[in-house]
């Protein structure tokens, strides 16, 4: 019963780290531009369909040519 | 959910769930009570900085006023501004979603954008420039950066973004093109390109006068340069697209390069190797700068600024928890001599205007309206998140300039001036910089020596006389704070190190991605001229690219070369002209937006930007002025010059600082270009004013005018506004959620398909 009720909460309190390092790396990703690549694949399958999508490789190949032709600042 | 009578959901599309919440719903008491709690403990927090004159102010007060005001400010002058000017419409498209291509437009968590923008918009500047402006006191610096920040720096970045988010993303020079006509404009984008020039040449300056003579520093921070190459050669062979995975790879290896520079400047050849003077020191960046301009991204600028990012997050937090935990004693006095007589060893100038010239970021900063126009506005969902991206943003890093200048005001106040009054006052060496420093008059023990050689031997360098630029002394007070608790005395060093470190990293970030902004900027002004130039246009034509950023590595080389030589000291005759650039490109700024809200008839409400605009006017005109005409040779450029050119005319061949006629002839020359400089900036902001005050009696006596604002589109998806998701928007996304699972193939697809 308390063993039970322990374990319980062992799970539950394995399921919030696991949640907690989801949605840290989740954030930390998205904001260094990692999950970039999953979104733009996303958004071919959704809007082109037909369209082939390009490796991950291909697709960072590509990015970094447009930045290198548009580039953004950064601040002081 | 509470009083759903009060909530509003609005649809585009019957057959879709609604896009927008319209919530009138009053606060709960509960919240009433939270935040008047929060205002009373700010109010409490305000007093303690403000009145209390005890032996130790605790700096644990200044976060709490902080922290209250920030609160406050943006539950309830930010929703001022949001209901009366920028009055968002959710159902309206962004250009995110109408644009949407997956790569520069696409919609973006609000979240994941808050810190994509903070890292954009928070680098150096809110750390050097309180740290030199705590030569005043700590008052006047928490005043301005607190008060500014609040009414002036957040919103202009909240209003900019408006701007550019109604416009497609267009920049600030385009923006002022299309508001203000082709007068202003012109001035507006030589306005960018010279002020960018010279931003970029003081923070290279900063970064030299923190690793001159200094080995470990030396060391460290040129191993960034190879961290980065791996990391791109990685990135782009061996994990593409593994970007988190790369940056903490990047990061372990900083650290143990931080660590290594220990052991190097311990040994015999590494002092021989990595001591470099300043005008060395001077000629690599500038060809760093080359460099990283005309490589490809990939390979050196994107790792940097992935590194640049994870440092930046990491090592504010780590401050933050720091001052939290150490809570230091203040040893600055409220309001130093220094503020009102004027002859301060850091910068020179009186309270007003020079605060305010030096804490820029942090308070108000014009280049945050380049960052604010462009990228954060094609990756937004919805208008009323643009509170918590522009306004929220800011905030944040006023909060960074706070944690900035209460580190400085705790270091002792003989050691602060002895890092930061110029060789030519301190001799350069322990036991003049400590006579000089007891003569100032600043109360509490006087300072020997020994002890000043002491605390150097404490962080790991040779010595910490007259090390200006702010980034030592950041990282100086940094390294006291955090070795308080962490690792203790032993840690010192490796603090102090980090914290050069990360400045470096951030500088040399905005260096690189400056230079390339500036190069382009260039090229396509050199392409518009047409005939043989059109040629400049294409960004593939190598020639042309290695052409602009020669000229554009020149002009800030020589402006950084002109500054290590200096015999004033470079910080002391620079760092001005750096904060009435960064000022003066807020005035465009603001002057813009103020031109758009009176357009579009919101003239009762153009007070919201018009007072900062008015204020920064009014700052960076007076600075401007005294920069110019000013006949104390201390603070007037010219004033300087003429002083300088009489005595070399009447065949002297030493005179003040100056100890040879080379020297003599370097003050003569600086000068000009620093007083050409001054004249160049405050023309071109008044050039702005004036097209924009002439937009504004045509567009009062039309009674409004057409704004270039782009027409309405229907959006057809939903996100919640603020940090934290209501129990509306909750219902609302849940509807979302069913509407998918019922209907797979009904997919978004955005309106440009």
């Known amino acids: 019963m308390g063993a039970g009720a322990g374990a319980a909460a062992g799970v539950s309190r394995l399921g919030g780290a696991a949640r907690a390092w989801g949605a840290l790396t989740w954030y930390v990703k998205g904001v260094l531009g990692e999950s970039d690549y999953q979104r733009y694949v996303e958004h071919l399958r959704r809007a082109h369909p037909g369209d082939p999508v390009p490796t991950v490789g291909d697709y960072w190949r590509e990015r970094y040519a447009e930045q290198d032709v548009n580039p953004g600042a950064r601040c002081c | ?753």
Request: hydrophobic share 50%.
């Open chain 2, 1 to 753: 959910m509470r009083s759903p009578e009060l909530v509003q959901k609005v649809r585009n599309d019957p057959g879709l769930p609604p896009v927008a919440i319209i919530d009138r719903r009053p606060m709960t008491p509960g919240k009433k009570i939270l935040f008047a709690a929060i205002g009373l403990v700010a109010a409490i927090a305000w007093a303690l900085v403000a009145f209390f004159r005890g032996e130790d102010v605790n700096a644990a007060y200044f976060v709490l006023a902080a922290v209250g005001t920030y609160v406050i400010a943006y539950r309830f002058y930010a929703r001022l501004v949001e209901y009366k000017v920028v009055r968002p419409d959710d159902t309206r498209a962004t250009p995110a979603e109408r644009y949407e291509n997956g790569r520069d437009f696409a919609p973006t968590d609000r979240r994941v954008l808050f810190g994509h923008h903070f890292a954009a918009i928070a680098g150096a500047g809110p750390l050097v420039g309180p740290v030199l402006a705590a030569q005043m006191g700590y008052l006047p610096g928490t005043l301005w950066i607190i008060i500014g920040g609040v009414l002036a720096g957040a919103v202009q970045d909240y209003l900019v973004l408006w701007l550019s988010t109604r416009r497609r993303g267009r920049s600030l020079g385009q923006m002022i093109r299309d508001e203000l006509g082709s007068v202003g404009g012109a001035a507006g984008l030589i306005g960018v390109f010279v002020i960018m020039i010279i931003i970029i040449a003081v923070l290279a300056l900063v970064v030299v006068n923190a690793l001159a003579e200094s080995p470990w520093g030396v060391f460290s921070v040129g191993c960034t340069i190879p961290i980065a190459l791996f990391m791109g050669v990685y990135l782009r062979f061996l994990r593409p697209g593994r970007v988190a995975e790369v940056s903490l790879i990047g990061v372990v290896l900083l650290v143990l390069a931080i660590v290594a520079g220990g052991w190097v400047a311990s040994t015999s050849w590494g002092v021989e190797w990595f001591t470099l003077d300043k005008v060395t020191l001077a000629w690599l960046i500038t060809g760093y700068g080359f460099l990283a301009s005309v490589l490809p991204v990939w390979l050196l600028l994107a790792p940097r600024d992935y590194l640049s990012t994870f440092m930046k997050v990491g090592t504010i937090v780590l401050l933050a928890v720091g001052v939290i935990v150490a809570q230091p004693a203040v040893q600055a006095p409220a309001v130093s001599s220094f503020a009102t007589a004027g002859n301060g060893p850091a910068f020179a100038g009186t309270l007003f205007p020079f605060l305010f010239i030096t804490i820029a970021c942090g308070a108000l900063s014009g280049f945050h309206a380049l960052i604010s126009s462009g990228t954060s506005p094609k990756l937004v969902e919805k208008e009323s998140q643009l509170r918590l991206i522009g306004y929220g943003g800011m905030l944040t890093e006023s909060f960074v300039a706070i944690m900035a200048l209460v580190t400085a005001v705790s270091i002792d106040q003989h050691l602060y001036f002895a890092l930061n009054a110029p060789a030519a006052l301190t001799g350069g060496e322990a036991g003049t910089a400590a006579d000089y420093v007891n003569g100032l008059g600043l109360g509490g023990t006087p300072v020997t020596g020994a002890d000043i050689q002491g605390a150097a031997d404490g962080v790991g360098e040779e010595s910490i006389v007259s090390r200006t630029g702010g980034a030592p002394t950041l990282a100086f007070g940094m390294a006291q704070i955090l070795g308080s608790f962490l690792g203790g005395a032993g840690m010192t060093a490796f603090w102090y190190h980090f914290a050069i470190m990360f400045e470096a990293l951030f500088i040399l970030t905005t260096v690189d991605a400056g230079t390339r902004v500036a190069r382009f900027m260039l090229s396509d002004t050199l392409g518009n001229l047409g005939g043989p130039l059109a040629k400049f246009r294409d960004p593939s034509w190598r020639v042309g690219a290695w052409i602009c950023s020669i000229v554009v590595c020149g002009l800030w080389g020589a402006i950084l070369l002109m500054g290590v030589t200096d015999p004033l000291g470079g910080i002391n005759t620079l760092f001005p002209l750096f904060g009435i650039a960064n000022q003066l490109l807020a005035a465009m700024a603001l002057a813009l937006v103020t031109t758009v809200l009176i357009k579009k008839g919101l003239l009762r409400w153009a007070w919201i930007p018009g007072v900062p605009l008015v204020w920064d006017l009014a700052v960076t005109m007076t600075a401007s002025f005294q920069k110019i005409f000013s006949d104390v040779p201390a603070i007037g450029y010219w004033a300087n010059h003429n002083v300088f050119r009489e005595a070399r005319a009447a065949g002297e061949t030493s005179f003040g600082t100056a100890t040879t006629p080379e020297a003599m002839d370097a003050v003569i020359r600086n000068t000009f270009v620093q007083g050409t400089l001054s004249i160049v900036f405050a023309a071109l902001v008044l050039v702005v004013a004036l097209s924009a005050v002439w937009v504004w009696i045509k567009a009062i006596r039309a009674g409004g005018l057409p704004t270039t604002e782009e027409p309405d589109s229907p959006s057809a998806l939903f996100a919640p506004s603020g940090l934290v998701t209501t129990d509306a928007e909750k219902e609302v996304a849940a509807e979302w959620k069913a509407y998918y699972s019922d209907n797979p193939d009904a997919v978004r697809t955005g309106a440009h398909a």
